[in-house]
C-alpha cells in the first residue's frame, strides 16, 4: 500500500459505481496472477535445484559465464573490489544466491524468473548463448518501472514540501529541488541499507495519519486545497465524448498502479521459510489493503480532488500532513533508490573509471545517487500530475509485471501457446483469459495515460510549471 491510494478516490469520481467495482475484481485477478507466478517460480527451482536438472546442471557454468561476458566483461572483477559499504552491497553476498550477469537470482525477481525461462533453461537459447529479446525486455520494463515510481515520489514530495513551507511561498519545481535534495543526502548513510521493518511500519503509520485528515477534511466539509480553479479534472459536464473516454482509460491505469502487488512476490518469497505460504499471505495482503481502498473511496465521498492530499485546506493541519506525507515517501524513495543504484553499479557503473570512479567507491555511489536523482526530478517536473504519472505508470510498467507477464510465464511452464486455446484445461483457459485482459488492460492504459498527460498539458499547465 502506498501513493496509489491518494488518486483512487479521483478514480471512482471519474468511472462512477463501474470503478469501485473494477477494483474490487482487480483483487482475485491479482490473486489468481500472483499464484501461477509462485508455481512458475517453483517450476524454475525445481528444475535447477531437482533431480531432473542434471543436464541443465552441467552447462549451467558455460551460459552464466557466456551472459556475464555479454553485459560486462570483467563482472567477476566486481565481485573483488573490497568496498563493504552496505548501500552497493544489499545482496551481493546473499547466500545461495546465483548471479546470471541481470544482477538478480533466478527466482529472486522479474529479470531472474524471465532469464531461467527464456535463457537458462531453453535449450535454443542456451546454444545460442546470447540474451534472449524476453530477458531484454523485461528488464528495460522493470527498470523503467523502478525510475517511474521514483519520479512519482518526488513529484509527491514536492507537494508534502511545498505544503509544508506554504504553497504561496513555493513553486512545485522548487520544492522538487529541495525534495531532492534532501533525499541525495538521505541516501548517502550507510544506515539506509538497513531499513526494515521498522522503517516500514513507521512510513505506513505516516500514510495512515495522511489518509485519515484528508477523510476527516471531506467529512468535516471543509474546501478542498487548489492553487487554481483549473487544478482539479476537467468538470464532468463539460467532458466531450473522447475527454470521457481518455479519462476512464487513465482512471482504470491508476487501479492498476494501487492494486498490482505482484512486483515484489518473487522478492518477498524468497524470505519465507516456506514458500509455499507465500500466496496465502499475497492473498490475506490483498484482502486488507483492499478492504481499504473501498472504505477510504467511499469515505471520500462524491467529489474528492484528484491527489487526496489536496482534502486538507491550507493551514497548520496541512503542514502537520505535509509533513508525515514526506516522511512515508522519503522512506519508500530511499529503499527503492538504494535497490536501484545497488543494482545499477554492480550491472555497469562499477566500470566507469572517469575521475578514478572505479576505485573511489563513495564517490561513485554519489555520482550514481545524483544521476538517480536528477532523472526522478526530470521525470515528476516532465508529468507534473500526480493522477497522470499514476496512471502511466500503472499502464505501462504495473499492468505487465503483474498481470501479463505472471501469465506468460505459466503459459510457458506449461508449454502453451501465448494467445490460443493449448490444451482445453480449466489452467489453459484461465491463463489465456489473463493474457487478453491484461493486453487489453496494457493497450487501454496506455492509450488512456498519455492521451490525458496531453490534456493536462493544455488545460493545467506545461512541464515545470510552478504549479
Avoid at 533525499?183 to 544506515?191: K, N, V
Wanted: glycine share 6%; charged share 15%.
Amino acid at each position: 500500500m502506498g501513493t496509489g491510494i491518494l488518486a483512487l478516490p479521483s478514480d471512482m469520481k471519474i468511472l462512477g459505481t463501474f470503478g469501485l467495482f473494477f477494483l474490487v475484481l482487480n483483487l482475485p485477478i491479482n490473486y489468481y496472477a500472483g499464484d501461477i507466478l509462485h508455481k512458475a517460480a517453483n517450476y524454475v527451482e525445481s528444475r535447477l535445484d531437482g533431480t531432473d536438472a542434471t543436464i541443465e546442471k552441467d552447462n549451467y557454468e558455460s551460459v552464466s559465464t557466456s551472459i556475464r561476458s555479454a553485459l560486462s566483461d570483467d563482472w567477476n572483477n566486481y565481485d573483488d573490489h573490497p568496498y563493504n559499504d552496505p548501500a552497493t552491497q544489499l545482496e551481493q553476498d546473499s547466500p545461495g544466491h546465483h548471479h546470471y550477469g541481470i544482477d538478480t537470482p533466478h527466482t529472486f525477481d522479474f529479470i531472474g524468473i524471465t532469464y531461467s525461462l527464456f535463457d537458462h533453461l531453453d535449450g535454443e537459447s542456451q546454444r545460442s548463448q546470447l540474451i534472449s529479446k524476453p530477458t531484454l525486455l523485461v528488464t528495460a520494463i522493470y527498470y523503467t518501472n523502478i525510475f517511474l515510481v521514483l519520479g512519482n515520489y518526488i513529484l509527491v514530495m514536492s507537494h508534502a514540501v511545498a505544503a509544508m513551507i506554504g504553497e504561496d511561498s513555493i513553486c512545485l519545481p522548487t520544492a522538487g529541488i529541495l525534495a531532492s535534495t534532501l533525499m541525495f543526502a538521505i541516501c548517502q548513510l550507510r544506515t539506509m541499507a538497513t531499513l526494515g521493518r521498522a522503517a516500514s511500519v513507521i512510513s505506513l503509520l505516516s500514510l495512515a495519519v495522511v489518509v485519515l485528515q484528508c477523510l476527516v477534511a471531506i467529512q468535516m466539509g471543509h474546501e478542498s486545497f487548489s492553487y487554481n480553479d483549473k487544478n482539479d479534472v476537467l468538470d464532468s459536464d463539460n467532458w466531450t465524448f473522447w475527454q470521457s473516454i481518455i479519462l476512464q482509460f487513465s482512471a482504470l491505469s491508476s487501479i492498476g498502479f494501487a492494486v498490482g502487488s505482484q512486483k515484489l512476490l518473487l522478492n518477498i518469497r524468497h524470505e519465507f521459510s516456506d514458500r509455499n505460504k507465500s500466496p496465502k499471505s499475497l492473498g490475506i495482503a490483498l484482502f486488507s489493503f483492499g478492504a481499504v481502498y473501498v472504505a477510504v473511496c467511499i469515505l471520500a465521498g462524491p467529489n474528492p480532488p484528484a491527489l487526496l492530499f489536496d482534502a486538507i485546506p491550507s493551514g497548520l493541519p496541512r503542514r502537520f500532513a505535509g509533513f508525515f506525507l514526506w516522511i512515508h515517501v522519503a522512506v519508500s524513495f530511499a529503499i527503492n533508490s538504494q535497490a536501484l543504484c545497488s543494482s545499477l553499479d554492480r550491472l555497469k557503473f562499477h566500470r566507469v573509471t572517469i575521475f578514478g570512479l572505479g576505485e573511489y567507491h563513495r564517490a561513485r555511489w554519489a555520482v550514481l545517487t545524483f544521476l538517480v536523482g536528477i532523472s526522478s526530478y526530470l521525470i515528476a517536473n516532465a508529468i507534473p500530475f500526480f493522477k497522470d504519472l499514476v496512471a502511466l505508470i500503472g499502464a505501462m510498467t504495473s499492468v505487465p509485471l503483474t498481470l501479463l507477464l505472471p501469465a506468460i510465464y505459466h503459459r510457458k511452464v506449461i508449454n502453451l501457446p501465448l494467445f490460443w486455446v493449448g490444451s482445453g484445461t480449466l489452467g489453459d483457459f484461465t491463463s489465456l483469459s489473463l493474457v487478453l485482459f491484461s493486453s487489453i488492460f496494457l493497450v487501454c492504459g496506455v492509450f488512456g495515460s498519455i492521451s490525458s498527460i496531453q490534456m493536462d498539458w493544455a488545460h493545467h499547465g506545461r512541464p515545470f510549471s510552478c504549479h
